[in-house]
């Protein structure tokens, strides 16, 4: 596609619930990456995956988030019994990841958990 | 660990020069600098590699002292259109993975 493509926008859901957060990459990207920007705040790394390496999984902030990458394109971040503060702008990112491996953000999803 | 980014904010009218610094206490592979609008998603400035470069974008350059572990943004001429969140990205070695820093917001008035 032109750019990179987030779903849905806007999301609201209850505390407890389990949502699920759609990227689709730059075509030909090999490297994604999904961060949190709270309300405010700077973007903080979550997770990174390059090619068909195993992921860099060392910015989820607890095991109630976890990611994955099929076919090497389409990301599908997970958050699970979702709580207050999980309430941010989830960004993913693409990359073609060799070179100067600029990043290309999507417009992201707004989570609200009420 | 985040970089550090000073100053936190600065307003500035229009023709008006700033500086941003970004601080690593990591060693450095490379920078990258994006921009960040209200409601938006960060955009790529330019990126500088180890070596103690310095790049050029119309008004915009910045230069990277991998010795210092630091990187300053030079906005000359300020437009109203360089309003937003500047953030310094830092890469750290093989990995693509960057770690972006506190972030700096700049307001441009008339």
């Known amino acids: 596609g032109a750019g990179v493509s987030q779903s849905p926008s806007n999301k609201v859901t209850e505390k407890g619930k389990d949502v699920e957060l759609r990227c689709d990459p730059i075509?030909?990207?090999?490297?994604l990456y999904w961060y949190r920007q709270s309300l405010g705040q700077g973007l903080e790394f979550l997770i990174y995956?390059?090619?068909?390496?195993?992921?860099?999984k060392s910015g989820l902030p607890s095991d109630r988030f976890s990611a994955e990458r099929t076919g090497g394109s389409v990301s599908t971040l997970t958050i699970q019994r979702t709580q207050q503060e999980d309430s941010a702008v989830y960004l993913c990112a693409s990359s073609r990841g060799g070179g100067e491996n600029i990043q290309y953000f999507g417009a992201g999803t707004r989570l609200s958990v009420l | 660990q985040q970089p550090v980014q000073s100053p936190q904010a600065v307003i500035l009218r229009e023709g008006e020069d700033a500086v941003i610094n970004c601080s690593s206490s990591k060693a450095l592979y490379s920078v990258h600098w994006y921009r960040q609008k209200h409601g938006e998603a960060p955009v790529f400035l330019m990126i500088?590699?180890?070596?103690?470069e310095q790049k050029g974008h119309e008004k915009i350059s910045a230069s990277f002292n991998e010795k210092k572990q630091q990187s300053s943004l030079y906005l000359t001429a300020s437009q109203l259109s360089y309003s937003g969140t500047y953030f310094c990205?830092?890469?750290?070695?093989?990995?693509?993975?960057?770690?972006f820093g506190t972030g700096t917001l700049l307001a441009v008035q008339p």
């Open positions: 500088l590699l180890k070596g103690g």
């Open positions: 075509s030909g990207h090999t490297a």
């Open positions: 990205g830092s890469r750290g070695g093989a990995t693509n993975k960057l770690i």
């Open positions: 995956f390059q090619g068909n390496s195993a992921p860099d």
